[in-house]
Nanobody, 120 residues
Framework: VQLQAYGGGLVQLGGSLTLSCAAS????????MGWFRQAPGKEREFVAC??????NTYDAVKGRFTISRDNGKNTVYLQMNSLKPEDTAVYYC????????????????WGQGTQVTVSS
């Protein structure tokens, strides 16, 4: 599975942004898809995950970020609302064959990352 994340950019405090991650391969629908982020000087951290069924998503940023997927388009999304400067990071999408987990080492495939910058 090859992943391509895009949709990052510069947004003002309180703004919204939707990230997308396009996957290649015919087995996209069998993977759980996750989003992680890495802020400057910090370790990469879990943001959200959605299983192949699209049900029972796992969100670390509750109430502001929403993960979704369209298996017909081989794409997973991260809708980010009420953005804060501390959300500034490089956002990565990742895939794993199995249930959603928060440990990044459990994910077999990674996209290249897309930069999100929130200005105050």
């Amino acid at each position: 599975v090859q992943l391509q994340a895009y949709g990052g950019g510069l947004v003002q405090l309180g703004g919204s942004l939707t990230l997308s991650c396009a996957a290649s391969g015919r087995t996209f629908s069998s993977y759980s898809m996750g989003w992680f982020r890495q802020a400057p000087g910090k370790e990469r951290e879990f943001v959200a995950c959605i299983p192949w069924s699209g049900r029972n998503t796992y969100d670390a940023v509750k109430g502001r970020f929403t993960i979704s997927r369209d298996n017909g388009k081989n794409t997973v999304y991260l809708q980010m609302n009420s953005l804060k400067p501390e959300d500034t990071a490089v956002y990565y999408c990742a895939a794993r064959g199995g249930m959603c987990v928060i440990e990044q080492y459990e994910y077999q495939y990674w996209g290249q990352g897309t930069q999100v910058t929130v200005s105050s």
